[in-house]
């Protein structure tokens, strides 16, 4: 397991994710954004008034149900509000980072 940062246009939040999954963030997230979500008929309660209402919390819901059931992803710490890449404390400076 390895610790990324996420977060929705507020607090940050650093989860420790499946290694996979922090060696490619970007793509998990994306396919999570782009075709999960608008998609899969799992995906029906964050469909409201023709678009999409989120948080990474809800990403994180995703990999553990859906994805990688067996090997669970967890919140390690609330960094509060953060310019990702500008202000993070040094022990999460180089964590890969997603901003949904």
């Known amino acids: 397991m390895k610790d990324i940062i996420l977060s929705s246009d507020?607090?940050?939040?650093?989860?420790?994710?499946?290694d996979i999954v922090a060696e490619n963030l970007k793509e998990y997230c994306i396919e999570f954004c782009d075709n999960w979500l608008p998609n899969s008929p799992d995906a029906k309660q964050y469909r409201q008034n023709?678009?999409?209402?989120?948080?990474?919390?809800?990403?994180?819901?995703?990999?553990?149900?859906?994805i990688f059931?067996?090997?669970?992803s967890v919140m390690v710490k609330n960094l509060g509000w953060r310019e990702l890449g500008n202000d993070l404390p040094e022990e999460y400076?180089?964590?890969?980072?997603?901003?949904f």
Request: hydrophobic share 25%.
């Open 10 to 18: 507020g607090y940050s939040f650093v989860y420790s994710v499946p």
């Open 69 to 72: 059931p067996n090997e669970k």
């Open 93 to 99: 400076a180089n964590c890969p980072n997603f901003n």
């Open 50 to 66: 023709g678009g999409l209402c989120y948080t990474e919390s809800d990403f994180i819901d995703y990999l553990n149900k859906y």
